[in-house]
């Protein structure tokens, strides 16, 4: 393991996950630039797990994280700039001498900061990881996608979309069509705008909460409508430039509150990789008829993208079919990507903004890893925000790092500021052990109403 990282992962105390100073030599990694300054945007766990890797970087000079939270305060400075800001971000860059910008949430990508900054002479020298706003529609757009896939040849499910002006043939089409069918909302709902009905009654209900009703506002003013495919589910990783792509470890995320997957959706209730059902077969079929004609497509059809690609897949039989795509890396998949990948990651994203992936590679850990989210009382409804967070200055384990996912820090106190609050994220020797230790620190952490799921990686334990 290198050395950075064992450093790294020896440095973690529970209170956060702690940053490590720059390391003075960098082993397997190789870059002839450094004291990068790098803005990330974003305030989720997702972002500080990438601050954490990002810091420990030879190359990182100053690390800012907008807006951040509690815990990505420890891995650099946090700064109050709205990441749907792109002036005040745009000159925030040009006064600190930031030379690179990762954007970790995907609204900023869909409203297309992006070409803002390509657009503008001064900030065209930034490096934005990200894809162009048409690269984004990839995730903005749910009929975007499928006509994409639809045009590239790759599996997914069959599908017809619906607006207002064609309603009524909406309702009569999902009359008759076969269950349980799946709903989803066109645009960004933040992750609540997909329904699998297991009724024609639902179904039509749906149909019309989210058409007339506007259910999800612009979100939802046209509608997907799918075939249900039946199978398990995990998710994939690369970074692209466009032309050349790495693959970077899977995951597997569990989106339902309840155990046993039972319950509504959440943005997610903890992740594991590696997944055991994708073997070097499954996974080549990935490769072959899903990222090699997705990448060839963005090529092909002239769309601007360098940056993270997100391909949500379910295993059906022996073969792999698209669910959706989405810019961004996930949450909290990026909880257990980021500890199995070994590469420096900032030397990694400044070869994908130089375009020089094809002379990349990536580096996983053998271990495997899990993250058990620590949610607020009541979500993924309502919930209360402003609850001490205790048992984050107690214990020191190693192999264990506990990121922030909506926390603030006031008086010298960790509260909560969200409905996912902490990510607890543990290596091990396979799955049932990283679970088990993450599962053994929660159980020193506590807030009113804390909440949280013991079944993570619940079919390999």
Same mark, same amino acid.
């Given at each position: 393991m290198p050395a950075i990282l064992t450093a790294?992962?020896?440095?973690? +105390?529970?209170?956060?996950?702690?940053?490590?100073?720059?390391?003075?030599?960098?082993?397997?990694?190789?870059?002839?630039s450094y004291d990068m300054n790098v803005l990330l945007l974003g305030s989720g766990g997702r972002e500080h797990a990438l601050a954490w890797k990002i810091r420990q970087s030879a190359l990182c000079g100053a690390l800012y994280i907008a807006p951040g939270n509690a815990g990505t305060a420890q891995c650099g400075t946090n700064v109050d700039?709205?990441? =749907?800001?792109?002036? @005040?971000?745009?000159?925030?860059?040009?006064?600190?001498?930031?030379?690179? /910008?990762?954007?970790?949430?995907?609204?900023?990508?869909?409203?297309?900061?992006?070409?803002?900054?390509?657009?503008?002479?001064?900030?065209?020298?930034?490096?934005?990881?990200?894809?162009?706003?048409?690269?984004?529609?990839?995730?903005?757009?749910?009929?975007?996608?499928?006509?994409?896939?639809?045009?590239?040849?790759?599996?997914? @499910?069959?599908?017809?979309?619906?607006? =207002?002006?064609?309603?009524s043939a909406g309702v009569e089409y999902l009359k008759t069509h076969a269950l349980p069918v799946v709903l989803k909302a066109d645009g960004l709902a933040a992750g609540k705008g997909v329904v699998?009905?297991? +009724?024609?009654?639902?179904?039509?209900?749906? =149909?019309?909460? /989210?058409l007339p009703y506007a259910k999800f506002g612009e979100a939802s003013r046209k509608v997907v409508v799918e075939e249900y495919l039946d199978g398990i589910e995990l998710s994939l990783f690369v970074v692209t430039d466009g032309n050349d792509y790495l693959i970077l470890p899977e995951a597997k995320d569990y989106k339902r509150i309840g155990e046993g997957d039972t319950g509504l959706n959440t943005g997610g209730m903890g992740a594991v990789s590696p997944v055991p059902f994708a073997d070097a077969a499954f996974l080549e079929k990935v490769r072959t008829r899903i990222v090699e004609p997705t990448i060839q497509g963005i090529r092909q059809e002239g769309i601007e993208y360098r940056g993270f690609l997100f391909i949500g897949l379910t295993k059906v039989g022996d073969d792999p079919y698209v669910i959706e795509y989405n810019c961004r890396m996930g949450d909290p998949e990026t909880e257990v990507v980021i500890l199995r990948l070994q590469n420096d990651l900032l030397a990694l994203l400044q070869d994908l903004a130089a375009g020089r992936l094809a002379?990349?590679?990536?580096?996983t850990d053998?271990? @495997?890893?899990?993250?058990?989210?620590?949610?607020?009382?009541?979500?993924p409804g309502p919930y209360e925000k402003g609850m001490e967070v205790d048992g984050l200055d107690i214990l020191r384990e190693d192999d264990v790092l506990v990121f922030h996912a909506g926390t603030q820090e006031q008086e010298q106190k960790i509260l909560t500021s969200g409905g996912r609050v902490l990510a607890v994220s543990a290596y091990g020797e396979d799955i049932p052990g990283a679970v088990r230790r993450s599962l053994r620190i929660i159980d020193f952490i506590g807030f009113d109403g804390m909440y949280f799921r013991r079944d993570i990686g619940h079919e390999f334990l």
């Open positions: 790294a992962i020896e440095s973690v +105390s529970l209170r956060s996950v702690g940053c490590p100073n720059r390391p003075s030599q960098i082993g397997i990694y190789a870059s002839n700039l709205d990441p =749907l800001d792109f002036s @005040a971000l745009g000159r925030f860059c040009l006064e600190q001498s930031v030379r690179m /910008m990762v954007v970790g949430p995907e609204e900023p990508l869909v409203r297309g900061i992006v070409d803002f900054f390509a657009a503008d002479a001064a900030l065209q020298q930034i490096a934005v990881i990200g894809p162009s706003a048409r690269g984004a529609q990839l995730e903005g757009s749910k009929a975007f996608a499928k006509a994409f896939m639809q045009r590239h040849g790759i599996p997914t @499910a069959d599908y017809r979309e619906f607006d =207002l002006s064609n309603y699998i009905a297991q +009724s024609h009654l639902e179904a039509i209900a749906e =149909l019309e909460l /989210m002379a990349s590679q990536v580096h053998p271990r @495997a890893a899990a993250t058990v989210v620590l949610v607020s009382g009541g979500y």
